[in-house]
Nanobody, 123 residues
Framework: QVQLGESGGGLVQAGDSLRLSCAASGRTFTNYAMAWFRQAPGKEREFVAAINGSGGGTRYSDSVKGRFTISRDNAENTVYLQMNSLKPEDTAVYYC????????????????WGQGTQVTVSS
């Protein structure tokens, strides 16, 4: 099992950048694929980005591709989401997620979740 805790959210203006962090517990962190999801008010939770166990493979939703970068530091049991050129449409609660199986940057099947961190982008 793994416990996740997100941080780094806040209120920014359009065009600004933020870096979210997700600290994970456990001694088998590299065996988990990690991902970021987000949920805007009144909307379903949607996939944002994923990274495989080694960090060598990533996937992004079309809406954030080219603007967001997911990375991980396995020595620190931490995954990051660097968000650049933020838009008001990026406003949401961002959740860190994990699933067993580190071969692929999976876009679904995650069953461990953090508490979420709020990102608000004003125009």
């Amino acid at each position: 099992q793994v416990q996740l805790g997100e941080s780094g959210g806040g209120l920014v203006q359009a065009g600004d950048s933020l870096r979210l962090s997700c600290a994970a517990s456990g001694r088998t962190f590299t065996n988990y694929a990690m991902a970021w999801f987000r949920q805007a008010p009144g909307k379903e939770r949607e996939f944002v980005a994923a990274i495989n166990g080694s960090g060598g493979g990533t996937r992004y939703s079309d809406s954030v591709k080219g603007r967001f970068t997911i990375s991980r530091d396995n020595a620190e049991n931490t995954v990051y989401l660097q968000m650049n050129s933020l838009k008001p449409e990026d406003t949401a609660v961002y959740y860190c997620a994990a699933r067993w199986g580190g071969v692929y940057a999976y876009t679904g099947g995650y069953n461990y979740w953090g508490q979420g961190t709020q990102v608000t982008v004003s125009s």
